[in-house]
């Protein structure tokens, strides 16, 4: 089977960002290290005319590189780029650009040394290859390690979506452990007891359901409320406060109203006041 090229190596941005740095790059390396003696190419120059005429070749230089990669982007639309394809268009590049730089040498034979035709293709090609696959050796390396970050950072959120799902789920096992129901905690209401039994009010599909289990309120507010936004506000209660809809003080005491059709309003009593205020504060921020 053949190898495929990432699509991140073709993609609009990266091939912007690789023509400009690979641009940049080649006007460092040619002006500051003058590779190959290229300097004595132009011996009777000054610094600036070398400086002139090398970035001239390199900057119209990189017209090839603009086209080149406007043909990629073109082709890529609809296919996928195997890597014998890359291979390819890359030395197509470093052809073309010897050869740019080869005719452009032609054009102005009196302010070089006399060198032979062959002579000039053979050196613009060790050059061309150079300015060109060192950054993209380079940029294929970062785009690759941007890329894997991205993936990590997009699997480590699904993972953590995923985490904050099973989260939202409260478990209700019975008095032996068992588990008997878990119940989405957006749609978990208020929970109720009489003696060793439990009720669970909740929503189902906008419906008012309730589940009865046998194990003590005691049981659940020690083990479900701390990490939830449930709360003991009664004897005979723990309620959802991410359900309650208003918190109201009459005559008869303080009740709590919850956002669902037809459920009862639940009583907060003066022993658990406090600790529903408190938590209240918490999941209203």
């Not at 290290?33 to 190419?41: E, M």
């Not at 959802?240 to 005491?253: E, F, I, S």
């Amino acid at each position: 089977m053949q190898s495929k090229i990432p699509p991140y190596m073709y993609q609009k941005s990266n091939v912007i960002q690789l023509i400009l740095l690979t641009a940049a790059f080649a006007l460092l390396f040619i002006n500051i290290f003058q590779p190959f003696n290229s300097r004595n190419w132009y011996p009777n120059i000054s610094e600036f005319k070398y400086f002139f005429f090398s970035s001239l070749i390199i900057l119209t230089g990189m017209l090839v590189l603009v086209v080149s990669r406007l043909i990629m982007l073109r082709y890529t639309r609809n296919s996928e780029l195997y890597v014998w394809q890359f291979a390819l268009h890359v030395f197509g590049e470093i052809v073309f650009t010897s050869l740019f730089y080869t005719i452009f040498s032609l054009y102005f034979p009196h302010i070089g040394a006399e060198r032979e035709l062959l002579e000039i293709f053979v050196q613009s090609s060790k050059n061309t290859a150079w300015v060109l696959l060192l950054p993209y050796s380079i940029l294929w390396l970062l785009f690759s390690w941007r890329e894997k970050n991205r993936l990590l950072e997009k699997i480590t959120k699904t993972e953590a979506e995923h985490v904050n799902v099973r989260r939202n789920l409260i478990a209700f096992p019975d008095e032996k452990g068992e588990l008997k129901i878990s119940i989405d905690q957006e749609n978990l209401l208020y929970v109720d007891s009489s003696d060793n039994y439990a009720t669970i009010h909740y929503l189902n599909k906008s419906k008012l359901s309730h589940y009865l289990l046998r194990n003590s309120l005691k049981w659940i507010e020690e083990n479900l409320t701390n990490e939830t936004s449930l709360v003991r506000c009664h004897r005979s209660f723990i309620v959802n406060l991410d359900k309650v809809k208003v918190l109201r003080k009459t005559k008869d005491g303080i009740f709590l109203e919850m956002d669902a059709l037809n459920a009862p309003d639940i009583p907060v009593s003066k022993t658990y006041y406090q600790r529903v205020m408190d938590k209240f504060s918490k999941y209203s921020v």
